[in-house]
């Protein structure tokens, strides 16, 4: 389930609210806190360690379909290829009983600019037809409907999230985006109809250009969203290139003004993480000094303003650095795999990092 994730977009995205806050647990919390299931290494055993981890450290799941969309089997509802069959079995079989689910599906390209790719093995001519298909198509809308359908009865998620960082890569301008949105209607207010208990939403970057947050496809696709759905990794900003990730030089003004753009929704954080190792990424000019105990004060910050602000989840990218893995596709994936790889709470070896300790004294603690 390794994939890389690219990392365009990033350079300009991703933002956070970190004020000094005090380093005092609370008697409550309003949110779960867990991870994404990315694997620290190659193989079957390192999948089983990544769900085990969630056991241990989390209470909540998130599963994040993002490798396309099986569109013609969707469309006609006919069993979905073996490949894709077998992940999704595997990952419902794999789910802890006790965790609640966050599920997101992904309709959007892997640079979040055009339509998804498909997902299975098919057909090479079938599969250019429906790459080629745009968001208006009748087709699209469909098929897209019944996956999320179909996916929603087999997880039985808590949560469901029907587009990842919508907002990434779009001006308001784009030709893609201008048939997008009425998408993100036809899905969002058909789903609500259909699922009217389930939180239905789509996740959201904050865009940064120029020193200024560019807010216009932001509230425009807010619409179509029960939540402020927050993906982000502060590190690569404000200092992406020959910088480091002390947090307290991230603008203690971003988060909020984020959330302030829907002061009457709920916010939950569906990806974040912070660099604990130095981080250099020449391909895409990354060179970021990175530091345990700044990881740490992270976690710190993001659980105290979250809970500030009722938040109701938080996701973070992967509990476990994925060094084993990053050496063994060295040369393979694109160099922006390397971008999230110590990130994790636990390091390389397995070994808890001080952000561990924070994140087990307010798992800790009960939900209110």
Not at 84 to 89: E, F, I, P
Not at 153 to 178: G, L
Not at 185 to 211: C, H, Q, R, W
Not at 270 to 275: L, M, N, S, V
Request: net charge negative; aromatic share 14%.
């Amino acid at each position: 389930m390794i994939k890389p994730k690219y990392i365009f977009f990033l350079l300009i995205s991703f933002s956070f609210s970190c004020k000094k806050t005090e380093d005092l647990t609370p008697k409550s919390r309003s949110f779960y806190i867990g991870f994404q299931p990315w694997e620290h290494d190659l193989g079957h055993s390192a999948t089983i360690h990544a769900y085990d981890n969630i056991k241990i450290y989390g209470d909540i799941i998130s599963t994040q379909l993002d490798d396309g969309i099986p569109w013609e089997q969707a469309l006609n509802g006919t069993e979905f290829p073996t490949d894709v069959m077998a992940n999704l079995n595997e990952r419902k079989s794999l789910t802890p009983s006790s965790a609640k689910v966050f599920l997101s599906l992904m309709p959007l390209s892997e640079g979040r600019n055009d339509i998804a790719a498909y997902w299975g093995q098919e057909n090479e001519v079938i599969k250019q037809e429906w790459e080629a298909k745009n968001f208006t198509d009748s087709t699209v809308i469909t098929a897209y409907l019944n996956y999320c359908r179909r996916m929603i009865d087999f997880f039985d998620p808590d949560y469901f999230c029907y587009a990842v960082e919508a907002n990434a890569s779009f001006s308001e301008t784009d030709i893609v985006y201008q048939d997008f949105l009425p998408f993100c209607d036809t899905v969002y207010s058909t789903l609500k109809a259909e699922y009217p208990n389930l939180p239905i939403m789509l996740s959201l970057v904050t865009n940064f250009l120029g020193g200024e947050i560019v807010y216009g496809t932001t509230e425009q696709l807010l619409q179509y969203s029960d939540y402020v759905a927050i993906s982000s990794y502060p590190y690569l900003l404000p200092n992406a290139s020959n910088g480091n990730a002390n947090p307290q030089k991230i603008p203690s003004n971003w988060f909020s003004r984020m959330a302030n753009l829907a002061p009457n929704k709920p916010v939950c954080v569906t990806e974040t993480a912070y660099i604990a190792e130095n981080l250099k990424v020449s391909a895409y000019f990354i060179d970021l000094v990175g530091r345990e105990e700044w990881q740490a004060e992270y976690v710190q910050q993001l659980f105290t303003e979250m809970n500030n602000l009722d938040a109701e989840f938080i996701i973070w990218f992967t509990a476990r650095d994925y060094d084993y893995a990053g050496k063994k596709l060295e040369g393979i994936v694109d160099p922006a795999f390397y971008v999230w790889m110590d990130t994790g709470i636990l390091d390389g070896d397995g070994k808890e990092r001080p952000s561990a300790k924070i994140w087990k004294q307010w798992k800790s603690i009960p939900i209110n």
